[in-house]
């Protein structure tokens, strides 16, 4: 998606150990615009796919998946929580999270009731790095028994291993912006 | 907001303690349509305010927010931050919110460059009871120097305290709907 990379390019910044930050448009400030593009593209190209919920994770997903919606005939979509909630009750589906980051790991649940073997769902998220998270709501669709149309990733850095762990299990990933390598300060994208 | 208030009848349910749990449409299972309508009717009410950015708190105010932004023109959307995340970093701006449900008392940032006194923000959330989290808002915005447009709530509980702790201070308060009460498993209105 040439609109995202182009903004990657301008807007992103390359923090010191390659980390590239993009919380002016993407996951602490939105660019609802942006958003939205990113939404059609999605529609684009799960086009056909007969989806009935979008499946996300709290925090930076909820926003993307949220306007995505409107591109799937505003389907329902369910965040799943990192934290035991009170807005949580009655029976879960929990499955195990670690962050590589900050060195835990840690639940992710629904609410079970809320996805069926009656649902087709499309996972969206903001980022696809090493997977762990994408992994983790990947097993919440199993548990559920819920069919997978695949997952909807806004930035994947196709130099770590996430991306290939979840197309080894046949499950379609369509990332929109697919980074290579950050080096140098410098972000170059696949087959460039 | 009758639509809003039905679907609170309709799908909301009362649990032990007279607490409401709108998990299905709300805030963990997201009705992307009845967001549409509460984004419209946000911008109905703030309509002629010269609104630049809209600022919620993660999780659950995200989606509301971003969604509503699409009838403001689709200005930026900050979500503040509980936690100190790996997306932020540089100068941030912080303020101390107490969770009484939790009994703890949290650090909530935003990065600084992000609001400035050019802004007009409009603060969006999903509940407004005891009103902290919305108090920490409402300061971070002022700690950045910018106007404060007001804050649109999808769901105020007026038998607590905090919208008459927010409205005392001058600022405009705008909720879709209004319980006056819940008890014995039902939900009241004002003005019933």
Do not use: W
Not at 22 to 32: A, G, P, S
Not at 67 to 79: E, L, N
Not at 104 to 111: C, W
């Amino acid at each position: 998606m040439e609109l995202l990379k182009q903004r990657i390019l301008n807007d992103g910044r390359v923090k010191e150990g390659n980390i590239l930050k993009v919380e002016t448009f993407l996951n602490h400030q939105m660019d609802i615009a942006l958003l939205d593009e990113i939404g059609a593209e999605f529609a684009r190209r799960f086009s056909g796919a007969p989806i009935t919920k979008i499946l996300t994770i709290e925090a930076s997903g909820i926003g993307i998946a949220a306007i995505a919606s409107r591109y799937f005939g505003s389907v329902p979509v369910i965040f799943a929580k990192k934290t035991k909630s009170k807005n949580l009750d009655g029976e879960l589906l929990v499955t195990k999270v670690h962050s590589f980051t900050k060195g835990v790991t840690y639940d992710v649940q629904i609410s079970k009731h809320l996805l069926t073997e009656d649902d087709t769902v499309l996972i969206i998220d903001d980022f696809l790095a090493k997977g762990q998270a994408l992994l983790g709501l990947i097993d919440l669709v199993e548990q559920a028994g819920a069919k997978l149309a695949g997952c909807g990733i806004v930035i994947e850095k196709t130099f770590q291993e996430g991306g290939g762990l979840i197309r080894n299990k046949g499950i379609r990933v369509e990332s929109l912006a697919m980074i290579s390598s950050i080096e140098n300060g410098e972000v170059h994208f696949d087959g460039e």
